[in-house]
């Protein structure tokens, strides 16, 4: 059964042009699909009927997963089917009449403005891996760029004399997304005072920032550094690289920024993913009615 499934994943790189990540999110979720199938004594895919796939679907809900991650998990699965239909691997698609669940509205946590600053002004600039960590968080809060998207830029993606990066996002779009002034300023600090000394021993890395080897920094180690920041400056939230991202486009809206704008910015290819950035500033001018006006 796993050699439908890397055939699968094949045809998604070659035919479809995904992304690695999308790729690898698929294999993931069909690798664990075929090892509860054999967990049912079922050894090929002519076998599974729309009972065992509900069979799945309930011990991913029995075993806590989130309501996003199980409907991720059926339209891995209604795909793969339809793949193994189309290649007349099956001559039945058992997700024909399998619905998804409803996703659960969650509003994304943000940090306040106050925050922020506290946040961004928390690395030790007197130390290299403090600039560094700087005009990370400069540039993850003027762009709002996903942390794949952060760790892939390499130097020849920057136009800072146009105030303007280059950046690859899902699907292998690309966009162009505007810096900041301070965000330029410390990436220009980073780049002359920094990042020579940290690829001293590495100088054709062509990744913008760099672990203190000097090499590729990881996305594991933007949520380890940024664990600490957080720490350090006192902000008792749960905070991740999205937040940053969410953070950013909620700034934004708060300040006026229309929401085709802030779809562009994000990357988004869908303006329904964006539009749950409109809840927060609702619930925000709800808040800001009640404390200031006098008969609310």
Known sequence: MEEQITDYLHYLTIERGLSQNTRVSYQRDLMQYAAFLKTQQVRDWQQVDRVVVLTFLQSLQVAGKSSATIIRMVSSLRRFHQYLRQERVTDHDPMQHIDSPKKQQKLPDT????????????????????????????????TGLRV???????????????????????????????????????????????????????????????????????????????????????????????????????????????????????????????????????KRMTEVYKQHFPRA
């Open 111 to 142: 940090l306040s403005l106050n925050e922020v600053e506290r946040l961004i002004e928390s690395p030790d600039t007197r130390e290299v891996l403090g600039i560094r960590d700087r005009a990370i968080l400069e540039v993850m809060y003027a």
């Open 148 to 282: 794949s998207e952060l760790i892939g830029l390499k130097l020849n993606d920057l136009h800072l004399s146009m105030g303007l990066l280059q950046t690859t996002g899902k699907g292998d779009k690309e966009r162009i997304v505007p810096l900041g002034d301070l965000a330029i300023q410390w990436i220009e600090t980073y780049l002359s005072e920094a990042r020579p000394y940290l690829t001293r021993k590495n100088t054709d890395e062509p990744h913008l920032f760099v672990n203190n080897h000097g090499r590729h920094l990881s996305r594991q180690g933007i949520w380890k550094n940024l664990k600490s920041l957080v720490r350090q400056a006192g902000i008792n939230k749960n905070v991740t690289p999205h937040t940053l991202r969410h953070s950013f486009a909620t700034h934004l809206l708060e300040n006026g920024a229309d929401l085709r704008t802030v779809q562009e910015l994000l990357g988004h290819a869908d303006i329904s993913t964006t539009q749950i950035y409109t809840h927060i500033t609702k």
